[in-house]
């Protein structure tokens, strides 16, 4: 048993965990989750606020991932989701680990353009994989109609399917397919949190809206800005977030409206470069 100590924060809906995930994981209730998403530190070389994601050997890496994998599964309800991301580099390696305690139902392709510098001596990375998992495939929830999609074949072209009996128009709505659109989390974005891998509230809210119901409870073991749990309570679900750095929980604390001050400081977005009027406002409430 791991001695490091933890910090609960929150409520009774929308839990916050300080602290290391191996050790948090652990103090939850085995089959108490009804939907996990996981988006670890990928192992290469991202700066989280001085904290550099990079193991010595990628062998250590997968180590610390098997641990914090098993305990997701176990806590796990036997009709519960699991969604997880990694590095393209390091997915197989999960998608190995995975299929012999899961039922692997989807390889997902989250696709997004990228304005910035890219590779010019090789193809550079344009999208990250998740893989969709379930504990019983017999058994799992999947909410297709809260996240259908157009069908441009039948919205756009209106061609018909002579193969049913009277002929009908293709449907202008349908499931989305394993390839993913949404945009990046930019700079100048309302969602906007300084960190650098944000996923966008877009990509949780599909994941969430299928594969959860109203009241259930959705946890995040590496939860950063904590847009799962904030996607959660904006559609009705509970949560649990663990984050190990403490100025990630504050965006957490305020993000959720949880708390308006932390250790006697005052919980407030920190204002981008292009919003003066916002800088001011909090130059002129740090007085009083």
């Known amino acids: 048993m791991n001695e490091q100590k933890t910090q609960q924060l929150g409520n009774n809906n929308h839990q916050i965990i300080l602290g290391d995930a191996l050790v948090a994981l652990e103090s939850i209730r085995n089959e108490s989750i009804d939907l996990i998403f996981a988006d670890p530190p990928y192992n290469i070389g ?13 062998e250590a890496y997968l180590d610390w991932c098997y641990k914090w994998l098993n305990l997701c599964i176990q806590k796990l309800k036997p009709n519960g989701s699991f969604y997880v991301m990694t590095s393209t580099q390091f997915m197989p390696f999960f ?12 390889r997902l392709v989250w696709h997004y353009d990228s304005s910035g510098v890219q590779a010019k001596k090789y193809y550079g990375s344009m999208y990250e994989p998740i893989l969709f998992c379930v504990k019983d495939q017999n058994n799992y929830t999947f909410n297709a109609g809260n996240i259908l999609v157009e069908a ?5 072209r209106k061609l018909v ?7 009908q128009i293709y449907n202008s709505q349908k499931v989305p397919g394993n390839v993913w659109e949404f945009s990046r989390v930019r700079y100048r974005m309302d969602e906007y949190e300084n960190h650098p891998t944000q996923k966008p509230i877009a990509l949780l809210e599909r994941i969430v809206k299928a594969s959860s119901n ?4 959705v946890l995040d073991p590496f939860s950063g800005t904590f847009t799962t749990s904030f996607v959660a309570k904006q559609l009705g679900r509970r949560s649990i977030g663990i984050e190990l750095q403490e100025d990630y929980v504050k965006i957490g604390l305020r993000r959720l409206e949880i708390q308006n001050e932390y250790n006697g400081e005052k919980l407030v977005r920190e204002p981008r470069s292009f919003e003066p009027q916002i800088i001011e406002q909090q130059k002129i409430l740090a007085l009083f």
């Open 46 to 58: 991202k700066n989280f606020n001085g904290h550099k994601d990079k193991w010595d050997t990628d």
């Open 95 to 106: 998608d190995i680990f995975l299929r012999d305690k899961l039922t692997i139902l989807s």
């Open 152 to 156: 441009k074949t039948g919205a756009k």
């Open 161 to 167: 399917d002579y193969r049913k009996n009277p002929p």
């Open 214 to 217: 109203g009241d259930d409870l």
